[in-house]
């Protein structure tokens, strides 16, 4: 007998997929469809409400592809969201249809053995040791998790068990523009969000070495533990990289964690030519990688490493009826003591198809030419008079913002917000919203995050003269 998903039965069911995503593609008008959200809420009701019946995969599909936002579309170049290359998410396929779940040996043999060998290669490839370690993830946000669990448990032995020791005050230091989720892991981690101690950064969002040295020496003063240092080695709007050799200094000087959140910029290890941007990687006791960003896979792609397996120790588990110790000892391996998860699909299966299909250079091409188009953008947007640039693209993010000479500096902000909602309305280009840290007025920006290698400059020319329109537009439609 033939499992449910063998080949048998999915061929024709993957047909229909197929012929739907085809023809949804063929008259889709843009990045992302026009209409407000309560239009596409009352199609996707109507459609969840019709008699069961054979023909639903085809025609909800349909529904999610006319309805989608399309990272494949040049203009669609608001996030980290990339479009997945047609070979891994090929490979995801194989996964869906096999169903190994890496939490046990008799559940994925094959699996296993593959996460263990792409996670040396991952390792070895950012300059961690041999001693390294470490697991598939949903993505930064759990490996940020993980990366500051495994600081407090180190900082503060058994802390697992018994939580922390009475008048513990430990402190994580990262950056103004890291990550939201290392205060939500403080929060989880039970040292509350108020525990992540904010380092100043320059104007191109990368953290101040003289002020992360100044505020570990303030938090010592203050009688609290610097248990970890969060450097960002990319951060989301900008891709700055911190001082990562300053940060490595401090850290050991203070006896604190070092975890590095490359989930952005991580993906220049792919390129000859931007590798060195990442110098002082290595020297991470725990590392963020996303290969849904930078990496051209279908999510979830996260990578967690550790500098040294026996850190891992807080983490270990033993379940009788998946890793029994007398199995382990016959041999079989078990990565259940390495993931916060139990059951836990093979995400590095894609990985390690598109590893073998493109290579590392293959990978890195696309990474370079993400990074060309970005600099190509940010030429572009600095011969604009109209269009002010933040800052010098660091990989393939370019922030930035409409400035008519006429307008009003106090009203930029709006002016700028409502550019992007017009575009997003009009389903024209969905541009990223930000704004720089601080406080007050006139921080609002623009953002384009270009993932896509085959957007050639004209499609970038086309986006920042939408941008202008749109911005043309709201002007009018204020002072007229
Ligand atoms: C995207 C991002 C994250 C979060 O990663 P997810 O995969 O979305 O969980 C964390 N850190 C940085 C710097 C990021 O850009």
């Known amino acids: 007998m033939r499992p449910p998903a063998g080949p048998a039965a999915l061929r024709p069911l993957l047909d229909e997929v197929l012929t739907a995503l085809a023809a949804v593609a063929e008259d889709r008008g843009g990045p992302i469809p026009a209409g407000r959200p309560d239009v596409i809420t009352g199609l996707v009701r109507d459609a969840l409400a019709a008699p069961p019946g054979p023909d639903a995969l085809a ?57 263990t060998a792409l996670l040396a290669e991952l390792a070895a490839l950012a300059g961690l040791p041999a001693t390294a370690a470490g697991v598939l993830t949903s993505g930064g946000s759990e490996s940020n998790l993980m990366g500051l669990m495994l600081a407090r448990d180190r900082a503060f032995p058994g802390a697992e068990l018994h939580g922390l020791p009475a008048g513990a005050r430990p402190r994580i230091l990262a950056s103004a523009a890291a990550h939201f989720s290392v205060q939500r ?100 006791d725990s590392l963020a990688l996303d290969w849904h960003k930078l990496g051209w896979q279908p999510a979830a792609a996260g990578i967690f490493l550790v500098r040294r397996a026996d850190t891992y120790a807080p983490l270990a588990r033993r379940a009788v009826y998946l890793n029994p110790a007398d199995d382990e000892e016959a041999g079989y391996p078990s990565l259940l003591g390495l993931s916060l998860r139990t059951t836990r699909r093979p995400d590095a299966f894609k990985l390690a198809v598109t590893l073998a299909v493109l290579g590392r250079s293959g990978l890195g091409a696309l990474v370079d030419a993400c990074h060309r188009l970005a600099r190509y953008a940010a030429e572009a947007v600095a011969a604009e008079p109209e269009l002010e640039l933040h800052c010098p693209p660091v990989l393939t993010t370019v922030v930035f913002r409409h400035r008519p000479r006429s307008a009003d500096p106090a009203r930029l ?51 920042l003269a939408a941008v202008l329109a749109a911005g043309r537009r709201a002007e009018e439609s204020h002072s007229g």
């Not at 980290?80 to 070979?87: D, E, I, K, Q, Y």
């Not at 969002?205 to 040295?213: E, K, S, Y």
């Open 59 to 115: 025609r909800l599909t349909r529904l999610l592809a006319g309805y989608a936002a399309d990272p494949a579309d040049p203009a669609c170049a608001a996030h980290l969201h990339c479009p997945p290359l047609a070979v891994a998410a090929a490979a995801d396929l194989a996964v869906s249809a096999l169903n190994p779940s890496q939490d046990s040996w008799d559940q994925a043999p094959a699996a296993t053995a593959l996460e």
């Open 185 to 284: 892991a403080a929060a989880v981690l039970g040292l509350g969000e108020l525990a992540v101690r904010s380092v100043p950064v320059d104007r191109t969002l990368r953290m101040d070495g003289r002020a992360l040295a100044d505020t570990l020496a303030d938090t010592v003063r203050r009688g609290e533990t610097p248990i970890a240092v969060v450097a960002t080695a990319g951060t989301t709007d900008t891709g700055a990289i911190d001082p990562l050799h300053r940060a490595a200094d401090l850290a050991a000087q203070y006896g604190a964690w070092l975890h590095v959140d490359a989930a952005y910029d991580g993906g220049a290890l792919l390129s000859d030519r931007l590798a060195p941007l990442l110098d002082g990687i290595g020297r991470a």
């Open 413 to 463: 902000d709006r002016l700028n917000a409502e550019l992007r909602r017009e575009l997003l309305r009009t389903g024209r280009a969905v541009v990223g919203r930000t704004e720089l840290p601080g406080d007050g007025p006139g921080r609002v920006r623009l953002k384009l995050t270009l993932l896509n290698p085959h957007t050639a400059p004209a499609d970038v020319d086309a986006v």
